[in-house]
């Protein structure tokens, strides 16, 4: 069994970087592709809502520090803006500005056609089977990030 499930993990490790590829492609007119990575990374996460820039560095796995200075980059290209947490006014927050909303939603759409595009090239059931997979590998990321943040705040 141990075996079958390495094999499994050794597929899906060889996979997912050629399917995420694909997908996750930038096109040459697509204004997100003077970005690094890194801020691509912020710009997708900060795509979901504002958060402080803690919370970012703490998510995404990087120092404040280095938060600070893609904070900074982006900034200067206009893709975020640093304002007033609505909570605690003490707080700042990074936030999209409305043209970077507009390039990370049509970003987006683009990789909704290109998933469209290959699940339509699944028969029905392979479709149903990849969904059913990747919600509940996504459970489990989620599952796994309350048990980590859960463990980090006990041990403070």
Do not use: W, Y
Not at 17 to 39: N, W, Y
Not at 140 to 154: F, Q
Request: charged share 35%; glycine share 2%; hydrophobic share 45%.
């Amino acid at each position: 069994m141990t075996d079958d499930l390495k094999d499994q993990a050794r597929l899906v490790v060889k996979a997912m970087p050629r399917v995420m590829r694909h997908l996750f492609a930038l096109d040459e007119d697509d204004p997100a592709g003077k970005l690094s990575v890194a801020q691509l990374r912020v710009c997708a996460v900060l795509a979901e809502g504002p958060l402080p820039m803690s919370n970012l560095s703490r998510d995404l796995g990087m120092s404040l520090s280095a938060m600070t200075q893609i904070a900074d980059r982006l900034e200067r290209a206009d893709f975020v803006q640093r304002v007033r947490d609505e909570d605690d006014r003490r707080v700042r927050v990074l936030q999209l500005t409305p043209s970077a909303e507009r390039v990370m939603r049509e970003r987006n759409e683009r990789h909704v056609q290109r998933v469209m595009a290959l699940l339509s090239s699944l028969p029905l059931e392979a479709r149903e089977n990849v969904i059913r997979a990747l919600s509940m590998m996504d459970d489990a990321v989620s599952d796994a990030s309350r048990e980590s943040s859960a463990d980090a705040a006990g041990r403070r």
